[in-house]
């Protein structure tokens, strides 16, 4: 049975094996991924989480059992599920409360980094060029880093005492930052939400915060 198919991962659960010979039992469970062996688990186990998948694609699961000896089941019948195929990013906002500028956006893929990319002078000759503004400020997970060096040079230097992250409820994730940090030219920013799991990257277009 499959359940929970989300756009990298779904769910597989079957029945528990028993083996026939006497003095044997199910030592192991293989799990195939399109006719692949993909993994295999413990005779203790009846289920497990699959990750690592791609979104908006079918796959085909069968599971077989194996003994103490190595002895094979034949394969389950194949079930299939398509991955999902949510926007990368959504819902994105900035806006300030209590001296503070406040960044939100829901990521809806498993992301090893989530940026924010804060352009503090609507300037997008300054900074680093990303997305059509130039960010003197980045937010990387949980740290905060400004822009040094040339404006095309990756350089930045970590701005210590600051932890921005404030939650990641559901894939909801709010940043907040002192605008007493966040030093630059003028009253607006431009701020661009970016996601990568180091193949692929996803970038939305700016978002206007006015600070004062």
């Known amino acids: ?50 990750g690592g998948l791609t979104p908006n694609t079918s796959y085909g699961f069968t599971v077989r059992a194996r003994d103490t000896t190595d002895r094979a089941s034949a394969q389950t019948a194949t079930v299939s599920a398509t991955t999902t195929n949510p926007a990368p990013i959504t819902n994105p906002t900035a806006a300030v409360s209590n001296g503070n500028a406040v960044y939100t956006a829901t990521f809806n893929l498993p992301y090893t980094q989530r940026h924010v990319f804060i352009d503090t002078d609507a300037n997008y000759q300054t900074g ?48 907040s930052v002192p605008l007493s940090v966040l030093t630059g030219s003028g009253n607006v920013q431009k701020v661009v939400f970016h996601g990568t799991d180091g193949s692929r990257n996803d970038y939305l277009p700016a978002v206007t915060l006015t600070t004062s």
């Open 1 to 50: 049975m499959v359940s929970d198919v989300g756009p990298t991962s779904v769910k597989l659960t079957w029945a528990a094996a028993t083996d026939a010979d006497s003095g044997d039992y199910v030592a192991f469970y293989d799990v195939y991924r399109n006719g692949v062996r993909e993994l295999s688990l413990p005779g203790t186990l009846t289920g497990v989480t699959l």
């Open 128 to 175: 680093w060029s990303v997305n059509q503004i130039g960010a003197e400020f980045m937010i990387e997970n949980n740290t905060l880093f400004q822009k040094t060096g040339a404006s095309t040079d990756w350089s930045w230097s970590q701005v210590p005492g600051v932890s921005p992250l404030v939650s990641t409820d559901n894939g909801r994730y709010q940043w």
